[in-house]
């Protein structure tokens, strides 16, 4: 059968109208988002979705709200073309790439980037990007607790612009299901618990974690590591599963499982940014896995952060 040849969409009330009039002919539409430069564990989350769904909406955004000014925003990679290819390709296809050029304009004249009333840290505010260019939004949406572990703590921003621009997106698309990867496992969870709290109709679906041959979480900054670099994340994985086989052989002790994997991961030149065994709903940390646990770290190769993440259920 051939693919369908995916809709692409920038405007927002556009977006908002295609899937009103598909939900008026009775089709269920899910929405996969994500920052582009697509690889295999995006393609997987467009598969959880046509299980779901009758229609599929990737939308790709580099979202300002969820960097800081000190983080990679510029350098995140993109590559519409390929990812186009890519969604033209994946078995079962995609109906509408959603790509929106700044969800942060509503048409004041001051907005743009280097404006300047944005806040800065200088008066002991952390801001994101969205507030550094100075354009004119102040409406955001927090997940207290579940922010704050975890990457809350190097990234203080980044969940609250994560909850931000996943209400927007399921404000524009009002899809029937959502699908998020669990490779960011709390950004899954914040979401998970936002849909509750905030009584949006929208089933969201955690999907698995997938890797590359050798172990290493597939993820679009992969490709900022060097040769070496990469070579020696592989040290993440690694000692992750080396973690969970001893958790299942009886040694539950979180101390002794995080010492584990912080050692490996510094031997082999990496910069541990956390890594943490907590539980895998209320993401609080645990001494001993005695219930559903997900250990989880953050990792510096160069200048490369990576994250990665494996349940253990004993
Ligand atoms: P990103 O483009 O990195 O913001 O990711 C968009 C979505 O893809 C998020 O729900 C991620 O959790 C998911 N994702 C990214 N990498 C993977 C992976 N290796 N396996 C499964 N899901 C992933």
Not at 149 to 157: A, D, K
Not at 179 to 191: E, L, P, T
Not at 261 to 284: M, N, P, T
Request: proline content about 4%; overall charge negative.
């Amino acid at each position: 059968m051939a693919n369908k040849n995916p809709l692409e969409i920038t405007d927002k009330d556009e977006m908002r109208n295609w899937s009103r009039s598909m939900r008026a002919q009775g089709k269920t539409i899910g929405l996969v988002p994500t920052m582009g430069y697509l690889h295999e564990g995006h393609l997987s989350l467009i598969q959880e979705s046509h299980k779901q769904t009758h229609l599929t909406v990737v939308s790709i955004y580099v979202n300002p709200g969820q960097f800081s000014p000190t983080e990679d925003l510029s350098a995140y990679p993109s590559d519409f073309l390929g990812d186009i290819q890519k969604l033209k390709s994946v078995p079962g296809g995609v109906d509408v790439i959603f790509r929106p050029r700044n969800l942060y304009d509503y048409g004041n004249k001051d907005d743009g980037v280097g404006g300047g009333v944005g806040w800065d840290q200088e008066g002991g505010k952390v801001v994101s990007c969205v507030e550094k260019s100075g354009m004119e939004h102040e409406t955001w949406v927090r997940v207290e607790r579940l922010e704050k572990g975890l990457c809350g703590i190097s990234r203080p921003v980044f969940f609250r612009g994560v909850a931000t621009i996943v209400t927007k997106l399921f404000n524009i698309v009002e899809p029937d299901v959502a699908v998020f990867g669990k490779k960011d496992y709390q950004q899954w969870r914040i979401i998970q618990r936002m849909v509750r709290d905030l009584d949006f109709g929208i089933k969201v679906i955690g999907s698995e974690l997938v890797r590359d041959d050798d172990g290493l979480a597939k993820s679009s900054r992969n490709v900022r590591l060097s040769p070496d670099d990469r070579q020696k994340a592989l040290s993440i994985s690694k000692s992750l599963f080396k973690a969970k086989f001893a958790a299942e052989n009886g040694q539950i002790d979180c101390q002794e499982l995080r010492n584990a994997v912080i050692q490996a991961v510094h031997e082999a030149g990496g910069k541990i940014d956390y890594a943490e065994i907590v539980d895998q709903e209320s993401l609080e940390k645990l001494e001993e896995i005695k219930r559903p646990a997900v250990f989880c770290v953050a990792a510096w190769f160069g200048n490369v952060r990576l994250i990665d993440n494996i349940e253990i259920n004993v």
